[in-house]
């Protein structure tokens, strides 16, 4: 069955610092990948997606994350970290005929100032 | 704001009571999703409609049910609640169902069964 594993509930790290939060996914064929982050009180915002092509994609606010089949990784990262970043991150896949995505259990990111 | 639209904001009843939980598509997007988002279980898929047809389920209870209007609304009726069903909901829409589109959330409906 397909899945996604976000192995931290949280990650600290110190404003203007590189951030990475880690996500593996498990799905038989070629996953379609994707962030998501929820700001509280929030719905859940689309960062950037893995389709196919280029391994590392671009996303909103300067984020990006880097596709690795082999070690079946889409870890999402960005170099110098705001504080305004603070907040709870998905990762989630979906596959060429899955009609819904499955989300991970989220990482809390914290930065701290 | 993602363009998708999500009432009411909060909704607060009682066990045994029915509600109805509203949710309007992004302009352009035909595929609507209900999620269910709870402390314990996380992030749950409850079920996906595309132009009005029901296209798929996840872990939606029988005492849950939803349909999709001609204008692309959706509805999401819950009845016999339970303490237990008391969650965020939030709906997503996409301009085409599941694989590599992406999904824009609402603001979510915050229900609480007392």
Same mark, same amino acid.
Do not use: M
């Given at each position: 069955?397909q899945?996604v !594993? ?7 790290? !110190?404003?203007g ?7 593996? *996914?498990s799905?038989s064929?070629?996953? %379609?990948?994707f962030? *998501?982050?929820q %700001?509280?009180?929030r719905?859940?915002q689309?960062?950037l997606?893995y389709i196919?092509?280029d ?5 909103s *606010?300067g984020f990006? !994350?880097? =596709? ?5 990784? =889409?870890?999402?990262k960005?170099?110098?970290?705001l504080v305004?970043?603070?907040?709870l *991150?998905?990762? !989630?896949?979906?596959y ?6 499955? =989300?991970g259990s989220?990482?809390?990111l914290q930065?701290?100032? | ?7 009411p904001k909060h909704l607060?009843t009682?066990?045994g009571?029915r ?8 302009s352009?997007?035909?595929?609507v ?10 992030l749950?898929f409850?079920?996906?409609y ?5 296209r798929a389920?996840?872990?939606i ?13 959706s509805e999401?009726?819950?009845s016999?609640?339970e303490?237990?069903?008391?969650a965020l909901y939030?709906c997503?829409s996409?301009?085409?169902p599941g694989g590599?589109?992406?999904q824009y959330?609402g ?8």
């Open positions: 069955a899945s !594993a976000q192995p931290e509930d949280q990650v600290n790290v !110190a404003e610092n590189p951030l990475t939060v880690k996500c593996t *996914y799905v064929g070629n996953p %379609y990948l962030w *998501y982050v %700001y509280p009180n719905g859940l689309f960062l997606k196919t092509g391994n590392l994609v671009k996303g *606010y990006e !994350a880097e =596709f690795n089949k082999s070690q079946t990784s =889409f870890h999402l960005k170099p110098s970290a305004s970043d603070s907040a *991150y998905f990762c !989630a896949v979906s060429t005929g899955r009609r819904a995505l499955t =989300f989220g990482t809390r930065v701290q100032p | 704001d993602s363009g998708v639209t999500q009432t607060i009682a066990t009571q509600v109805t939980l509203r949710c309007s598509p992004r352009g997007d035909l595929s999703y209900w999620y269910q988002q709870s402390l314990d279980q996380g749950q409850l079920i996906q595309y132009n009005g047809e029901e389920k996840g872990n209870l029988e005492r849950f049910s939803a349909q999709q209007f001609p204008d692309l609304h999401l009726n819950l016999s609640l303490l237990g069903d008391s939030f997503a996409s301009v085409a590599p589109y992406e959330f603001p979510g409906t915050r229900l609480t069964v007392t």
